[in-house]
T-cell receptor, first 114, second 110 residues
């Protein structure tokens, strides 16, 4: 099993450009999450999904969009990139709706906006 | 989801036990206590979780106070590989979100 796979691992964007961070999981997990982590800080929840076709906002959704057309994929779209979106982005998935379900994380995507 | 409070940083000598505390005074009856750790330049990884009883696994032990308002992650013999940021998180039985705080940065001294 590959687990949670994120692409790209590194990307440099110019201000105003758009891009999509890809996330796919092969564990048939219903729950998927996107987090961002700024240098020296903890993780902030951007968006999450409880299943295909269902998404909801987290703590810091502004400037981002998501979609969930399949169980496996949960892409994160950045529109009109800004320097404040320079961060490391982590995708995660969880197998259970109950509180016991643990999170499995990808390796992260490091984004720099110049 | 309920909030957790952890010390910003802790130090431990190699091969000694480490007790990482977490306060969660507003925990509800259906909240599970989760611990994750993040090694430098990596994504977080699951360590352990529990609801009411103490839990042991190959990585660590979780001691939960009787009133559940606090918990302690115990690393029985710290190694240099255990140097990481440790996050204590509450996840409700009905909640969909995992909220991470700033965690405790553990330094292991050789």
């Amino acid at each position: 099993n590959a687990g949670v796979t994120q692409t790209p691992k590194f990307r440099i964007l110019k201000i105003g450009q758009s891009m999509t961070l890809q996330c796919t999981q092969d564990m048939n997990h219903n729950y998927m999450y996107w987090y961002r982590q700024d240098p020296g800080m903890g993780l902030k929840l951007i968006y999450y999904s409880v299943g295909a076709g269902i998404t909801d906002k987290g703590e810091v959704p502004n400037g981002y969009n998501v979609s969930r057309s399949t169980t496996e994929d949960f892409p994160l779209r950045l529109e009109l990139a800004a320097p404040s979106q320079t961060s490391v982005y982590f995708c995660a998935s969880s197998y259970s709706v109950a509180g016991a379900g643990e999170l499995f994380f990808g390796e992260g995507s490091r984004l720099t906006v110049l | 989801d309920a909030k957790t409070t952890q010390p910003n940083s802790m130090e431990s000598n190699e091969e000694e036990p480490v007790h990482l505390p977490c306060n969660h005074s507003t925990i509800s009856g259906t909240d599970y206590i989760h611990w994750y750790r993040q090694l430098p330049s990596q994504g977080p990884e699951y360590v352990i979780h529990g609801l009411t009883s103490n839990v042991n696994n190959r990585m660590a032990s979780l001691a939960i106070a009787e009133d559940r308002k606090s918990s302690t992650l115990i690393l029985h013999r710290a190694t240099l590989r255990d140097a990481a940021v440790y996050y204590c998180i509450l996840r409700s039985n009905t909640g969909n979100q995992f909220y991470f705080g700033t965690g405790t940065s553990l330094t292991v001294i050789p």
